[in-house]
Structure formats: structure tokens, C-alpha cells
């Protein structure tokens, strides 16, 4: 979003966003199909007596049917949120409220997103049994240990296909099969992986999914879970009985429909865009590789292509981000980076070792551009060197 202007000699270099983990703008075919919604097709989807509650349950049905087909579902089994924080605590609490007094036990891995982890420990103070998974050095799910957790007793796995912080993408039909054999359900948080890479909820195995629009050039404030039919599920939200009965309450048509188009977009250009940001995301990490004490955070091979988390050495992190400027990039998860603890997906991974000082993640996106790596390794090997020199 931010590029370099060259006149002559002189370089002027516009803020640069590389925090697409975060959120991401919205597309302009996004807004243009939202933009309708907002005032000439006003209508409450849940008027069934005239044109403008017809038109409106029409552009949610269109955009359900987007949804769906960007993870491999059918349309009438996506229930429309607020977003991936509601979606997951929909999933989860839904789960429990329906599950047999044998089963009681949920298991969540270390590096979930603070949406899932702090719903498990209330549901812990609750009485539930709750275990944490434990993930390798490379971010992913320890299989054997997985094996191990999930028993009988257990209703709800929830492992989340791509890390927010770490880019990692998890084995999802390899962890589907190891919990379906013990008769429980597998959840996962796809806020970062709907739109980046191909998710198909049959063949993984996949029994509840949950995504939001602002990960993926959508409005924020509008998600959608996926709910695999027959799937046990109670809601949070009761009133109208919208959504199946699953989430009471208007539905935001113009988010909704901006969902559904980001959804169909995604679909179209994933192939072609997973590829240049790939190259791009390549050269970035070739630039500051160079650097000398730059270390890779989690799977390289198995790693969402807009993603790199790297640690620097010798370099103390604050510092780091203030000498960086006006790149928009993140120490650790948006919804974590504020609280000045060190990051529990990177805890969860370096195990004994200590959490690096100086470890930021890049979001590149769909509007990321190779000037902008160019003047982003330029910075950031001038930070470092500084840094690394007092």
C-alpha cells in the first residue's frame, strides 16, 4: 500500500503495510458490491412481505453460497457471525452445551489464537477437563501426542489450520483422522487460511470451521462458521431464530455481502497470488538473510505464502520497532502484542530455549509490491546494523 517515489536523486518513501495478519483493506470489488446494501437495498433480510426483504435475503443467500465454496461446504451449512473471535466461541461453547456427561474433555493446541484458548480455560474453571497440545519446534502438532490426549472422553479438538503469528499450516485431515477414531469433533479457527489456501471440509474431515471477512480484503465485524450437518451445536445468541436458530439477531447485509465477494475473489486469484506473494515473501527473507543471525520462526516448508517470522539476533525488539519507522509490521498477534508478554506461540516452540528478543512477523499482501520489499530490506538492514553496532 505504501510504494517508493523517485525524483531524481531523492527518495521519498510512503508508510509501508506488511501487517496483513492483522487485518487487510478492503478490496474495491469488495466495496462496490457491499456499497448498494448500505442505502438503496436497505432491507432487513428477515422481511419476508416485500422487494426490499426479498433483494436482501437474495444478496445473503449469493454470499452464503460464496462462503461455502471457498472451504469446500455446502451453503445451508454456514451460519453467518460477527466474526472469528464469535465463530470460535460459538464452536466451542456450542460443543460443550450439547455434549454427553462422558464426554467432557477438550483439547486445544499451545499456539491457538486467544479466541479459543481463553474460551477453554472458562470452560476449565467449569469443570471441564482441558489439555493443551503440544506443537514440534516447527509450529505443528506433535501427532503422537495427539494420539495420546484424545480419548474417549474427549467431544472437541480445536487446532487451528494456519497460525496468526507464525504462518504455520497444520495436517488437518492427518489430525481429523486421529480424532474421529476416538469419536470426537475437530474444530478449527481458518481466519487466516480462508482465501490463502485450499481448504475442503469433507475430505479434512473438517466438522466445524470458522473464517472472518477482514483477513481476507472484507469488512470487519462479519465472519461465518460452518457447521457439518448433524453436528451437535446450542447458540450463544437466542432471540429471532436467525440462522437455523444458531445466531439470533439482524443480519448485517452489507458485511455479509462483502464477505461473500472477498470469498469469491479469493477463490478466483488464490493459485496466482499465493505465488507471487510466495516469490515475494522469498525475496524479502533472501534480503535480510544477508543480515548474518536471522533465524526462520516455524516450518518453512509448510507455511502460508504471505507469512515470514523471523528472530534477529543480537538485536533488542523495542528498539528494533521504533528504528523500523513507518513499516507496519508485528511482534507478535494483534490481539497480544499490546500486553508486553512474550508471544505463547513462540514460547510454545523454542521449549527450554529463551523467546528472542527482537522477532517480528511480516504480512505481505495483495497490494504488496517488490519496491516496497526492496525499501523494507533496505530498512530493516540498516536498523539492524545500527543496532547491532551500539
Same mark, same amino acid.
Given at each position: 500500500?505504501g510504494?517508493? +517515489?523517485?525524483?531524481?536523486?531523492?527518495?521519498?518513501?510512503s508508510?509501508?503495510?506488511?501487517d496483513?495478519?492483522?487485518?487487510?483493506?478492503?478490496?474495491?470489488?469488495?466495496?462496490?458490491?457491499?456499497?448498494?446494501?448500505?442505502a438503496?437495498?436497505?432491507?432487513?433480510?428477515?422481511?419476508?412481505?416485500?422487494?426490499?426483504?426479498?433483494?436482501? +435475503?437474495?444478496?445473503v443467500?449469493r454470499?452464503?453460497?460464496?462462503?461455502?465454496?471457498?472451504?469446500g461446504?455446502?451453503?445451508?451449512?454456514v451460519?453467518?457471525?460477527?466474526g472469528?473471535?464469535?465463530?470460535?466461541?460459538?464452536a466451542?461453547?456450542?460443543?460443550?452445551?450439547?455434549? @454427553?456427561?462422558?464426554?467432557?474433555?477438550?483439547?486445544?493446541?499451545?499456539?491457538?489464537?486467544?479466541?479459543?484458548?481463553?474460551?477453554?480455560?472458562?470452560?476449565?474453571?467449569?469443570?471441564?477437563?482441558?489439555?493443551l497440545?503440544?506443537?514440534?519446534?516447527?509450529?505443528?502438532?506433535?501427532?503422537?501426542a495427539?494420539?495420546?490426549?484424545?480419548?474417549? %472422553?474427549?467431544?472437541?479438538?480445536?487446532?487451528?489450520?494456519?497460525?496468526?503469528?507464525?504462518?504455520?499450516?497444520?495436517?488437518?485431515?492427518?489430525?481429523? %483422522?486421529?480424532? &474421529?477414531?476416538?469419536?470426537?469433533?475437530l474444530?478449527?479457527?481458518?481466519?487466516?487460511?480462508?482465501?490463502k489456501?485450499?481448504?475442503?471440509?469433507a475430505?479434512?474431515?473438517?466438522?466445524?470451521?470458522?473464517?472472518?471477512?477482514?483477513?481476507?480484503?472484507?469488512?470487519?465485524?462479519?465472519?461465518?462458521?460452518y457447521?457439518?450437518?448433524?453436528v451437535p451445536?446450542?447458540p450463544?445468541?437466542?432471540?429471532?431464530g &436467525?440462522? =437455523?436458530?444458531?445466531?439470533?439477531g439482524?443480519?448485517?447485509?452489507?458485511?455479509?455481502?462483502?464477505?461473500?465477494?472477498?470469498?469469491?475473489?479469493?477463490?478466483?486469484?488464490? @493459485?496466482?497470488?499465493?505465488?507471487?506473494?510466495?516469490?515475494?515473501?522469498?525475496?524479502l527473507?533472501?534480503?535480510?538473510?544477508?543480515l548474518?543471525?536471522?533465524?526462520?520462526?516455524?516450518?518453512?516448508?509448510?507455511?502460508?505464502?504471505?507469512?515470514? =517470522?523471523?528472530?534477529?539476533d543480537?538485536v533488542?525488539?523495542?528498539a528494533l520497532l521504533?528504528?523500523?519507522?513507518?513499516?507496519?509490521?508485528?511482534?507478535g498477534s494483534?490481539?497480544?502484542?499490546?500486553?508486553?508478554?512474550?508471544? =505463547?506461540?513462540?514460547s510454545?516452540?523454542m521449549?527450554?530455549?529463551?523467546?528472542?528478543?527482537?522477532?517480528?512477523?511480516?504480512g505481505?499482501?495483495?497490494?504488496?509490491?517488490?519496491?516496497?520489499?526492496?525499501?523494507?530490506?533496505?530498512?530493516?538492514?540498516?536498523?539492524?546494523? &545500527?543496532?547491532?553496532? =551500539?
Open positions: 500500500m510504494s517508493s +517515489k523517485r525524483h531524481n536523486t531523492c527518495v521519498t518513501r508508510p509501508i503495510y506488511l496483513a495478519h492483522a487485518t487487510t483493506p478492503v478490496d474495491p470489488r469488495v466495496l462496490d458490491a457491499m456499497l448498494p446494501y448500505f438503496r437495498d436497505f432491507g432487513n433480510a428477515a422481511s419476508s412481505t416485500h422487494a426490499w426483504g426479498w433483494r436482501a +435475503k437474495e444478496a443467500e454470499a452464503r453460497r460464496e462462503v461455502a465454496a471457498v472451504v461446504a455446502q451453503a445451508r451449512d451460519i453467518f457471525t460477527s472469528a473471535t464469535e465463530s470460535n466461541n460459538l466451542i461453547r456450542g460443543v460443550a452445551a450439547r455434549a @454427553p456427561a462422558e464426554r467432557r474433555h477438550l483439547a486445544v493446541s499451545a499456539i491457538e489464537h486467544k479466541s479459543v484458548l481463553e474460551v477453554a480455560a472458562q470452560l476449565g474453571r467449569e469443570g471441564w477437563d482441558v489439555t497440545l503440544p506443537v514440534g519446534s516447527d509450529g505443528r502438532v506433535d501427532l503422537d495427539l494420539s495420546r490426549i484424545v480419548t474417549e %472422553r474427549t467431544a472437541l479438538v480445536s487446532v487451528m489450520a494456519a497460525n496468526n503469528e507464525i504462518g504455520v499450516l497444520q495436517p488437518l485431515a492427518e489430525i481429523a %483422522r486421529i480424532v &474421529h477414531e476416538r469419536g470426537a469433533l474444530h478449527t479457527d481458518a481466519a487466516q487460511a480462508a482465501g489456501v485450499p481448504l475442503a471440509v475430505s479434512d474431515g473438517i466438522d466445524l470451521l470458522s473464517l472472518t471477512a477482514h483477513k481476507m480484503y472484507g469488512p470487519k465485524g462479519c465472519g461465518a462458521l457447521v457439518r450437518r448433524r451445536i446450542a450463544l445468541l437466542v432471540g429471532g &436467525h440462522e =437455523h436458530g444458531l445466531r439470533a439482524t443480519l448485517n447485509v452489507p458485511g455479509i455481502v462483502g464477505l461473500g465477494r472477498a470469498c469469491a475473489v479469493a477463490a478466483e486469484e488464490m @493459485p496466482a497470488e499465493a505465488r507471487r506473494l510466495a516469490r515475494l515473501r522469498d525475496r527473507l533472501d534480503g535480510l538473510a544477508a548474518g543471525g536471522v533465524t526462520v520462526n516455524g516450518s518453512r516448508e509448510h507455511r502460508l505464502a504471505h507469512n515470514l =517470522h523471523v528472530s534477529f543480537g533488542d525488539g523495542e521504533i528504528g523500523i519507522g513507518d513499516i507496519a509490521v508485528s511482534s494483534a490481539c497480544t502484542s499490546a500486553s508486553g508478554l512474550p508471544s =505463547h506461540v513462540l510454545a516452540i521449549g527450554d530455549a529463551p523467546v528472542p528478543s527482537a522477532a517480528i512477523r511480516f505481505l499482501g495483495r497490494f504488496t509490491t517488490d519496491d516496497e520489499i526492496d525499501d523494507t530490506i533496505a530498512k530493516f538492514s540498516a536498523v539492524v546494523r &545500527h543496532l547491532r553496532q =551500539h
